[in-house]
Antibody, heavy 120, light 108 residues
Framework: EVQLVQSGAEVKKPGESLKISCKGS????????IGWVRQMPGKGLEWMGI????????RYSPSFQGQVTISADKSISTAYLQWSSLKASDTAMYYC?????????????WGQGTLVTVSS | EIVLTQSPGTLSLSPGERATLSCRAS???????LAWYQQKPGQAPRLLIY???SRATGIPDRFSGSGSGTDFTLTISRLEPEDFAVYYC?????????FGQGTKVEIK
């Protein structure tokens, strides 16, 4: 069974850096694309980008290009989403999700989400 | 970018009633690369439908998807108490992938 487990909630100040994680299990981690989705408080879902851990091929939505970095460490079956300088507007729930063997695919399953709060 | 517009924003229905949710795309969605997700409060989204009309594993057959091109529909034939939630459509045929803004199905 494909399972994605995300790191715990974070509280940060504006300007700080952050890296959250998503650990995959129950499948060949290097063979499935993993994506990230943002959900701001009380709002809808936003597709951020995806990565293929096998070769670190990464695709970003134009809205998030340059704002975040998606990476993966296949040795520990973990994908990451990181910020170099957080803003208050980065406050949101962030989900990772599997996109299967194709980048052009739906998301299933999803991680449980990581709540990021950025406040001075 | 393909913009997905879901309607209505909120659907107020009683258990046992039929729910019809719409997802309209600003451009044709290639090869019916459209998915539907359900999200309950405090939970991650769950895949219901992919390829516009294929049910995901474990999804009850009261959920059905239809449509092609720019117009897609999610139908819940008879609402169960656990179906009251927010529903999102997503296109994955064009870059960037995009989601609709969601339809909330609430108890009347």
């Amino acid at each position: 069974e494909v399972q994605l487990v995300q790191s715990g909630a974070e509280v940060k100040k504006p300007g700080e850096s952050l890296k959250i994680s998503c650990k995959g299990s129950g499948y060949s981690f290097t063979s499935y694309w993993i994506g990230w989705v943002r959900q701001m408080p009380g709002k809808g879902l936003e597709w951020m980008g995806i990565i293929y851990p096998g070769d670190s091929d990464t695709r970003y939505s134009p809205s998030f290009q340059g704002q975040v970095t998606i990476s993966a460490d296949k040795s520990i079956s973990t994908a990451y989403l990181q910020w170099s300088s957080l803003k208050a507007s980065d406050t949101a729930m962030y989900y990772c999700a599997s996109s299967g063997v194709y980048s052009r695919n739906w998301f299933d399953p999803w991680g449980q989400g990581t709540l990021v709060t950025v406040s001075s | 970018e393909i913009v997905l517009t879901q309607s209505p924003g909120t659907l107020s229905l009683s258990p046992g009633e039929r729910a019809t949710l719409s997802c309209r795309a600003s451009q044709s969605v290639s090869s019916s690369y459209l998915a539907w997700y359900q999200q309950k409060p405090g939970q991650a989204p769950r895949l219901l439908i992919y390829g516009a009309s294929s049910r995901a594993t474990g999804i009850p057959d009261r959920f059905s998807g239809s449509g092609s091109g720019t117009d897609f529909t999610l139908t819940i034939s008879r609402l169960e108490p656990e179906d009251f939630a927010v529903y999102y459509c997503q296109q994955y045929g064009s870059k960037p992938r995009t989601f609709g803004q969601g339809t909330k199905v609430e108890i009347k």
